[in-house]
């Protein structure tokens, strides 16, 4: 098979090994002669798929005790609003920092349960930066933030200082790096960056966080039920949940969290310094804000677009052209993603200025 | 490998050749050297499945225009509130028929929200029967019933008359049979019986049913939201919608939904009618309300349950002790259960007959 250099956002680029086991694991799964999407959610086969994911996600990410793991349905998206209606106290408020598309829809899916205070935006700059500078008001129920800003190309370098719960929708940077899990009281991600497909959702929650809003909430969106039922109040997502289970082993096989962050720190340093030093690529976010996981650039002149679409199209590149909100390029550079695919690009890169500069 | 006759519950028996595409893709698909999980949800190759799979449903189906086809997240236990936060009104009411405990279930969501009027209940009996005479409220927003009693084996046999709108959670005999969708306002369920894998959400849901409760709808929850965004508001369950798309591909090859409901009527006879010959074993509900789908019985003599156990087991037969709630046996048969898991069933209850009569 000819090599494709995968920068999907999302949905992306998942280790050549754990796809070979999520094949086959289609077709006969732990030598039951059944296939991982034919066998009971209650079986004793998959209860140990689920047991073990979560039993990863705490070992790779230290997760402190009196927290726990869950993996459900409905995407970030659905986490927007399970994490202001887990949390946002009746007559409470929310307190929010505005980085990007995904900050503002979880303030819209907050405002639907009361008062929402944004104490910091980059929207008037496009979103090329992360607020510095914000009080965090002491009379919220909690302040969310957004840890990788997946279209636009920015990421927080360290974590907000909050005297209130902290929760943090790291869906495109979770397990990219090491993180210090006791700062936050939820993170929730969807799982189809660096943990696995599309179809599941990761939640690490503080258990003393909960069950404190004097809110009524529907069983699906109520963390407490989840928790209780240990992920299984209803039928899980069996299949995304198992891939994920073998991607973060195959994370835990080669070092850890800390391992990958390594090479995402190389792949970053990478392409960054190629499109810095290479006079026909510009960066579009402030250099101490760039995301490590969604690198963002446009060329210096707009005309030579179609020139350099054909160059990396010709390098079995994929999935580069920025998001339709931002524009331009954006290189995703998940868990996954080789630094040969780095290499590939940088070359392209390198190989247009020559004919191109 | 040894033939496993899978009986189970949910998520269920799929056919091989399914499972086989299935299988292959999450290592190249379409020939794009790139597995499922990893390629984008906007891309146009998982485009063109979403596409197939709303169309299969549509053809399959048959469903008039006028209606809309979702594939969504959260199962059916989110789709017992997605139902009614959609279709009752602020200070509204829902009527309910309460046949077994995902009803019961149904109808706990349903409360959170307004008032609901259960209009009739087979809990006394423990759900061994339907209710045939009842009363819909013509002041109700919807009539909302379970059509298929997973768990107690009970399943309607004619669609309720109602006046009001009809809403049916069909998750446990969708596809199985032919049903009139004109009938229907809104039916909904989880794909883990005979439509694919555990992951995604079936909504079929006429247009003109919604926006007209008053309520605010949180996005993910709001079915208007997805029809709009033609069931890709945001990241959907990639993997199980592709593998319900070969499924109802699978199902349109062979004949559609007229030539499976006479696979499944044979299949039913053969075992009911063992059940009702074999002296060592009854049927526990109403004859006439009988589920083709999941057919329960119980041994007349319990004490020999041990040697009954053993002997299903040594057959290869997976999957038939009955749910928690119920007890004695439940055999699942969807779709891609063959007859001749069913003979292989009846020829252990035969044989059980002859050593332990
Ligand atoms: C940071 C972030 N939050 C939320 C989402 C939405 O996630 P989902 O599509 O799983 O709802 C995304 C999707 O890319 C994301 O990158
Ligand atoms: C009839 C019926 N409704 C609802 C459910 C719950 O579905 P889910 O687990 O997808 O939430 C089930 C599960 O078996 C069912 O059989
Ligand atoms: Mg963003
Ligand atoms: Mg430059
Ligand atoms: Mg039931
Ligand atoms: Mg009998």
């Known amino acids: 098979m000819t090599k494709v250099h995968n920068y999907s956002a999302g949905p992306c680029i998942l280790p050549q090994e754990v796809l070979k086991q999520a094949s086959e694991a289609v077709i006969n799964f732990n030598n039951l002669n059944l296939s991982i999407l034919e066998i009971s959610h209650r079986s004793k ?5 689920m047991d073990n994911a979560i039993a990863l996600v705490k070992e790779l990410l230290n997760v402190p005790s009196g927290y726990s793991v869950l993996f459900l349905q409905g995407g970030a998206s659905l986490g927007f609003y399970i994490s202001a209606i887990n949390v946002m106290k009746k007559d409470g408020k929310g307190a929010y920092l505005d980085t990007g598309v995904w900050s503002a829809k979880a303030i819209k899916e907050a405002k639907r349960l009361g008062s929402v205070e944004v104490i910091a935006s980059s929207k008037d700059k496009n979103y090329n930066s992360i607020p510095k500078s914000f ?3 002491g009379d919220a129920d909690y302040l969310h933030y957004t840890s990788n800003n997946t279209i636009y190309g920015t990421q927080f370098k360290t974590v907000p200082q909050s005297s209130i719960p902290l929760i943090c929708d790291m869906s495109s940077d ?6 210090d899990v006791s700062k936050y009281d939820m993170i929730y991600a969807g799982a189809q960056k660096n943990m696995g497909p599309a179809g599941t959702t990761l939640y690490i929650v503080k258990d003393e966080l909960l069950g404190k809003t004097g809110r009524d909430i529907p069983s699906m969106l109520d963390l407490q039920v989840h928790i209780e039922k240990e992920s299984m109040f209803n039928t899980p997502p069996v299949y995304p949940i198992y891939v994920s ?3 973060l082993q195959w994370l835990k096989k080669n070092g850890g969290v800390k391992w990958i962050e390594g090479i995402n720190n190389q792949k970053a340093e990478l392409l960054y ?3 810095d030093r290479n006079p026909l690529f510009k960066g579009i976010v402030e250099k101490e804000d760039r995301s490590n996981m969604n690198v963002t650039f446009v060329l210096t002149d707009e005309s030579k677009s179609e020139a350099f679409d054909a160059a990396w199209k010709a390098a079995n590149i994929s999935g580069i052209k920025g998001h339709r909100s931002a524009g331009g390029y954006r290189a995703s550079m998940y868990n996954a993603l080789p630094l040969e695919s780095v290499q590939a690009l940088v070359d392209v890169m390198q190989a247009f200025e020559k004919t191109n500069g």
């Open 135 to 137: 009080e965090v008001p």
């Open 45 to 49: 086969d998959f209860i140990e798929v």
């Open 174 to 179: 979770i397990f990219s790096k090491e993180i």
């Open 273 to 275: 310094a190629e499109i």
């Open 245 to 247: 289970m073998l991607n």
